[in-house]
């Protein structure tokens, strides 16, 4: 969907600059640049709406629709193009001489024939793209297209399974969470007596989740009470205090669910409950700044020691975490070579020391994709193992040269894509084909960051409505943004602390 709506912003551009030029249209043609434009609109206002929904909880008549609008704007596009070129071309300047005059005035002459091809070219053009245009908005009248999502109810998110793991399963947790745990309380027991607040900022799949649980489950009975709450992408709000509170003491508040109460009565209650305690509070997958200000308002500041630890993908997000400038944020970094190797052998073989000798290269390989991302590294163990019977090495080659092109559908697979897409369909609906366009370069590669911009401009990715913006900065807002949301990773950083190169992440 996301595609089909990136298709259609040049055109619409292109379309504008038709009507806003002299390019002596007909008035019939003119016209029907005018009717298909607003057609267009209405469509692109469609799919970026379409475009929010995960295209496999849609229906497949709207994936259809979708992919003729495509079409169609790809096809409207080279009309477009073929035009301007042909009225374009033949303008040089430079009558030095007689020669050069006659050449100049049957060139001229010859440009008037070719741009009457050229206009009888577009008009044709435009009156089939208003055609299919009208049968497009006939069949989505026609057979009612649904462009919300299809799935029935609220889907279990996968990463609850991070919540309830053994101890024994998880792999390179220990030093992190001991460094976290001496950030939140010094080694001797003393702290500093105010409210302090580390944010985990990182992007999906690298064990946020896990790693904060670790940090709580360890120190929550030095605490006068803990909660353990998760946010997500849509939270409904009250939900959130309510589970706030039921993690905080399930035996006063364990009716909560059931009542009916506003959100400032519910921040109010967390407050009160609050103010006299030495509480442990873990924020879970925030994604928004607006949420966490809300939640904020219900944390009562008090003297007593108390922690607060929040997780996001957004390093703004992060930043708004921070409770005063004695706060850090810790940014999560992918698993060593080593503690990769372990995870992986311990999921497939039980045992970090098991894996046959042939198998040892194809897991190296099959590790440098994965690129130290623990969700990564687990999934791909679970299609390497069937029935707890190991695959053959033909199998891991297989699994190996599919990575990076789509894995073999499985239930743990479509929950990783789950959790990876997640941070996709968050973005707006200018930045998804900005992000859509690095898929064209090879996985690890490195780009700079103003080459990038200049790209993206071309495409006609960066638009703005006010003239006195320069595009290229605009085109640094996007670039900035996402690395903000940990979708692309820097990679040179120069002293002015602008980054200006950086690496597509593969994972």
């Known amino acids: 969907m996301e595609v089909a709506a990136g298709a259609l912003s040049p055109v619409l551009r292109k379309l504008g600059e038709l009507l806003a030029g002299e390019y002596n249209l007909e008035k019939r043609v003119k016209k029907g640049v005018q009717s298909l434009l607003i057609e267009l609109e209405m469509m692109h206002a469609i799919l970026r709406k379409v475009s929010e929904v995960p295209s496999d909880q849609l229906e497949e008549p709207v994936r259809i629709w979708a992919g003729k609008v495509r079409d169609l704007s790809c096809d409207m596009e080279d009309a477009v193009d073929d035009f301007l070129v042909r009225v374009d071309e033949g303008s040089s300047r430079k009558p030095t001489n007689m020669r050069n005059r006659v050449n100049k005035f049957l060139k001229k002459t010859t440009k008037l024939f070719g741009k009457g091809k050229a206009l009888h070219q577009i008009c044709d053009a435009i009156e089939e793209a208003q055609d299919l245009a009208k049968q497009l908005a006939d069949l989505r009248k026609r057979y009612e297209l649904d462009m919300h999502s299809s799935s029935n109810g609220a889907t279990i998110d996968p990463r609850v399974l991070a919540l309830h793991k053994d101890v024994g399963e998880l792999v390179g947790v220990d030093y992190t969470r001991d460094e976290l745990i001496k950030t939140l309380i010094c080694e001797d027991g003393s702290s500093k007596e105010q409210l302090k607040t580390i944010p985990i900022v990182g992007v999906g799949g690298l064990g946020k989740t896990t790693l904060t649980k670790a940090v709580y489950e ?18 409904d709000i009250k939900k959130v205090f309510k589970d706030l509170l039921y993690g905080l003491d399930n035996g006063k508040f364990s009716d909560i669910h059931n009542t009916t109460r506003d959100e400032n009565l519910l921040i109010k209650q967390i407050s009160d409950y609050l103010v006299d305690k030495r509480y442990l509070i873990v924020i879970d997958d925030i994604w928004e700044e607006e949420i966490w200000r809300f939640i904020n308002c219900a944390l009562y500041k008090n003297d007593l020691h108390s922690r607060v630890i929040t997780t996001t993908r957004n390093v703004c997000v992060s930043e708004a975490c921070l409770s005063s400038s004695d706060d850090m944020i810790h940014q999560m970094k992918p698993l060593s070579d080593e503690d990769s190797q372990i995870l992986f052998h311990r999921r497939i073989f039980q045992s970090e020391e098991k894996c046959p000798e042939d198998l040892q290269a194809v897991s190296r390989e099959i590790l440098k994709k994965c690129g130290g991302v623990p969700l990564a590294i687990i999934t791909i163990a679970s299609l390497l193992v069937s029935n707890q019977r190991i695959k053959q090495k033909e199998e891991w080659l297989h699994v190996h040269s599919s990575m990076g092109r789509g894995v073999t559908e499985g239930g743990i697979v ?73 979708l692309i990773q820097p990679s040179k950083i120069n002293e002015e602390g602008t980054v200006k190169i950086s690496q597509v992440i593969t994972s």
Not at 218 to 235: E, L, R
Not at 431 to 436: D, I
Not at 441 to 469: A, N, V, Y
Request: with cysteine.
């Open 218 to 235: 360890k120190i929550k009975a030095q605490f006068d009470c803990v909660a353990f709450v998760s946010v997500g992408q849509n939270p």
């Open 414 to 486: 479509k929950d990783m894509k789950r959790i990876l897409s997640l941070s996709y369909y968050d973005l707006p609906s200018h930045l998804k084909p900005c992000l859509l366009y690095l898929s064209m370069f090879p996985e690890d590669s490195e780009i700079k960051r103003d080459w990038l911009i200049w790209r993206w401009l071309s495409e006609g990715f960066i638009q703005c409505d006010k003239e006195e913006t320069r595009l290229f900065e605009i085109g640094e807002s996007y670039y900035n943004e996402l690395l903000n949301r940990s």
